[in-house]
Every structure is written in C-alpha cells, then in structure tokens.
C-alpha cells in the first residue's frame, strides 16, 4: 500500500462512500466524501437531516457496513492504517480508546441500571483491564474535570438522577477516559437548552485547549459551528458541497447552497425578510449526475448537469459549484 | 391607533399534582405556570420564549382550555372561557385554534387531507355549500397544490404537512391562533418558508397569534411583542427589538447572550450561566432566577419581584435592573 498521507494530519478520509439497500430501494448516503483532521482542529460537519453527515461518523468507527445490507467503501487513514479495512476485533480497540463518540441524546446513551461512576470508568474496564475500583476512582477525576460538583456522591448516582447538562457532561467524562485522540461529537448540544448548550460547547472548546483533542463535530446549527470550528465542511445530498476555514466561510460563503442556508435562518436583531430554499432536499434513492443542489438553485445553468468535484478556489477554501468556480 | 383587546388573561396559574420522590404517597404539586396575566391585542403577535419545562406550552394548552386552569381566567372578547360549561366552551373552540409542533401527530393518518380539512367545518356547522370554496382559498393561500385534497398526510413532506396544519387552523377564522413550537420539528431550510407564511398571513388577515417557542431569534422573527418566561413565570414582556436591543432581566440578558451565533469567535468572550434550573416542584424563596443570576442576593430572596413598566410597554420582573451594571455587563 502507497504511504502518501500527510503526517499532520490524524486522520485522513479518502473517498468515502456509503450505501445501503433498503425496501424503498438502493439508497446512496455518502457519495465520496474526503476530508482530513489535524490534531487539535476542531472540523464542523454542517449539514440537514438525512445529508448524509451521521452516517459518515458513524462509517468512521465501524457502526455502519457490518450487516448485510449495508457497505462502505473507501479509507479512513489514522496512524499508518486503513481503519475501515481492519477486521471488527481491531476497530474495537479503537473505539471507545483511540476514538471516541459522544451522541445526541445524553439519556439513550447511558445504561439507566448501571450508576454513573460505574459506567464513566466502564471503558477503562474494559479498554485498559483495569479494576472495577481504580477505574470508579478514576471516573470520578474525570467527572470533576468536566464540571460535575460533588462528583464523588454523584458517581453513585444513577443516570436519571441527573439533568440533561449533567448526563452530557458524564458521557463527555466517559468518552475521555482513554484519552482519545479524535472526538466524534454527533450533535452532541441539540437536546439541550440554549444556557446548557453554551456551558457543552465551552466545555469541548476547553478540552481541545488541554488535551489537544481533534474534534469532528456534527450538528446543523450555523450558530454552533461559528462558535466551536476551526474548519467547516458543508454537506448535502451526501457530498461535502464547500469546505473551509470558519472565518473563511462566514464571511464568503461561495457555494449557493451555504448561502441559502446563512440567509434562511432567523438571526436575533436581524429584521431582513428570512429567503428560503426552494424545494425540498433529495432523496438519496436516485442516482443523478452532475450538481445535487441543481433544482433547488437559484443560480442554476446547463452545464450543472455535469461532474462536480471540490474545486480550490482561495487557499483552503474547497467549493464544487462550477458557476462560482468559473466567476472565482 | 386604536387598539382592541382581544384576550385578557389575569393571573392564570396550574399547579399539577405529582408524587414526592421521598414518600411517594404523598402528593407534592408542581407549578407549571404561576400568575401569568398578559393582554393580546387585536392583529398582534405575541411571542413567548423559555427553556424547556419553563411553563410556555402549558401557558398555550391553559388558553386552549385544553388543561384546566388552577387559578386565574382568560376572557375572549369580555368572555370568560375558563367559567363556560363543555357544551359553551365547544361553541367557542373555533374562535381559537391551535398549531403543533409535530405536523404528523396532528392528523389522523387515515384521513384524506380533503376529509382532514372538512372535518372543522362540519363540526361547527358551517353550511356545505361553502367548504368547498373555503377549503380551495385557503390551500392558494398556505401555497398547497389542489390535488393534495385527494392524497394522504404520510405522501407530505414535514413542511408540507405544516403548512396543511395552518390551513386547517386558519380555516375557520378564528380570533387567536397559539401556535406551539410550529418550526422545531422542521429542517432549517424549511423553517423559513413556515415562519414566512406566518408572517404573511398574520399581516394579510391581520390575525392575532400566541407564538411560542424556545428559539428566540424565530420569535423575534415573528412577533411583535416577546414575553420570555423562566420557572412558569413571565420575567419581562417588551416590544421584540427593545426585548433584544435593551434586555432588562439578567435571564433575559443570559439567555440572548447563550444564543450562538453566525460570526466566528463571537461566542468566547460572553458571560455564561451557572447552573441549572432548579426544580418547579421546590421552587426557591423569592425571584426563581436568584440562584442563578449574577446579581442575586439576600433582598431577592425576600418577595416573587413583580412586573413593573420600565419603559413605556416594557415590564421587567427584577428588583434590581435598574442598577446601571445590570444593563451594561452582559
């Protein structure tokens, strides 16, 4: 195998494609997806619901393309190796270990008959072949660490005897027991109110500061992504449509999808008229050439219908619109 | 202008019965919504905002009657609805409809969307002849395609089914919508187009409208007044861009500056919330916000602080916005 990936880069995706068969038919959810992340960036996966932007997470630690159903293809470069090639066994030793996920909904991913402390130092257990008492010691360090007062009575505690901040913050606890160098972050702030959502992100962006944590955060919020990301990959129908560096993209959107959505979303002290996006986004059943965006685009011309790949146009900032690329 | 005051709501209160988590068999009661007293006046939008498990849906069923009131009345038009026997009160459910949140668990999935729409109309007598001009208008006007009528709501995509749940709540014309979260289940690109039919309809028919929701901007987007609810209390209700451009409440001022926004790194440097809500079973002496609230002490422990009119139109709910770093820190 050919060893050309950067070395600052921790993690390298390469063409990643997803499809599953479903009753409805053959859908194709991601559609050769790259992107890299470097150790301590923090890279915002934007995108609507069924873009495609979970499933690539998940693909990445090998939750999706196990059954019989489903496939995935393409390479996931971390350290020398091909991720999505390894046998389950090995991804299981990266899971949870070198990379780790946190998900939406702080309450399912919790195990409400195992008390906190318990579950929180469960991955040492089992990564580390810890003892049950080093590990509960060590739960509870890392509890404080993300900001849970007493944490020492509140490991005995079981998981709906806390808050939704609370249980976010211990399943935040528990993905950094292994010290993790990626952190998979799947909306991780969308379940909760927008006081705790700011404590959530301030608590990512602290981690990034100490440990050096690579994040790739998921969510559809704009306003997240500003907060949190270094870098931003826009999403849709299953391709990356416009990849850049946040302040880049914020403040010159090139792609007209990326722009719709900046103008469509109600901006407090903003009293411009919202513009929506025509239409509706894709099903991901049929297989069309050339532009996804196509019909729901404003700035829509024949030669749409064509191949689309990620061209750059400044200095970082990746977008697949041929019309911007042709005035760019 | 003059201006007609269409629903006077005067310290409407629910308190729920639940069990003690200690002794189960005891009952402890849970207060949703405390005292709220607000007026809507005819061809406004009144936003209200909060967090969740703050009280602002039960404010919206309380109106509805679909919840009885523990306390407190809401007068339609010199009514009292919450005094009306079921058969009165069945007579007045056309004069205020509802928009929910989930526009799938709104409809019987059985019913052809014709049969949906007419289902209203027959409840409340409105003559045959009529329905079928009715339901055409409002469907132009919601932007549905006419052959929708014959379809049913699992053949819709969620703004679709939406905007079929406007129509179905503007059909009747009733003299106040409340609509409960109408966007949240929506995807962002088509939260616009409903929020914009929204405000569209509201200017065109001049109607009157209860907007609640936990998104601020979308309320600001919307409404002509915000009240912003914390602990089943309304805090401060101002004119939505003064709500915005002077916040008066330090919840309110919090709550605005948690709100992440489109600009890259504006987030880091804003002052942050501690703590949670605490819980409405065993609510805090005096101002629920205390706790919380960097500007808490022992005075506001002493006494609920009550709304008083800060600015014209503008009522806060705190003792101490008028000492100038309130308003200039956050």
Redesign the interface.
Known sequence: MKEENNIENLLEVRNLQVEFATRQGHMHAVRGVNFSLKKGEILGLVG??GCGKSVTANSLLGLVGKKKHEKVTGEAWFHGENILDKPEKEQQKLRGNKIAMIFQDPMTSLNPVLKVGRQVGEVLEIHQKKKKQDALEEAIIQLQKVGIPSAKERAEDYPFQF?G??RQRAIIASSLMCQPEILIADEPTTAL???????I??LL?ELRDTYKVAILLIT?????????CDTVAVMYAGEIVEKAS??EL?SHPLHPYTK???A??????RKE?????PG??PKLYEEKAGCQFADRCPKRRPECSRDTSLLEIAPGHYVSCKEVGRIG | MDREIILEISGLSKEFAVKGRMFPYKKEMLKAVQDVTLTLEKGETLGIVG??GCGKSTLGRLIMRLIEPTRGSVVLEGENLTELSSQKLRKHRKDFQMIFQDPYAAFDPRMSIKAILEEPLRTHGIPKEQWEERITRMLEMTGIPLDALKRYPHEF?G?QRQRISIARAILLNPKVIIADEPVSAL???????I??LLKDLQEKFQMTMLFIS?????V??VSHRVAVMYLGRIVEIAPSDAL??RPLHPYTQ???????????????Q?K??TG??PSPIHLPRGCAFRMRCPYGDEACAGKVPELTEAEPGHYVACDKYKSAEVIHEI
Not at chain 1, 273 to 277: D, G, R, V
Not at chain 2, 187 to 193: E, F, P
Not at chain 2, 214 to 218: D, E, K, T
């Open positions: 609507e619901s808050s901040g609370m109110d927008v006081t705790i959502q700011a404590q992100l301030d962006r559809h919020d704009l306003g997240v992504v500003a907060e949190l946040a302040g914020f719709g959505l900046m469509c979303v109600p901006v407090l002290g008229k919202l513009i929506p996006i509706q986004p | 967090e969740s995509s703004g995807d962002v690109s088509i939260q616009a187009q929020l914009n936990h998104n601020l901007a979308s600001q987007y915005y451009e919090a709550l605005i500056s948690a709100i992440p926004v489109p600009v890259p790194g504006a987030g880091i804003r942050r919330l949670e809500v």
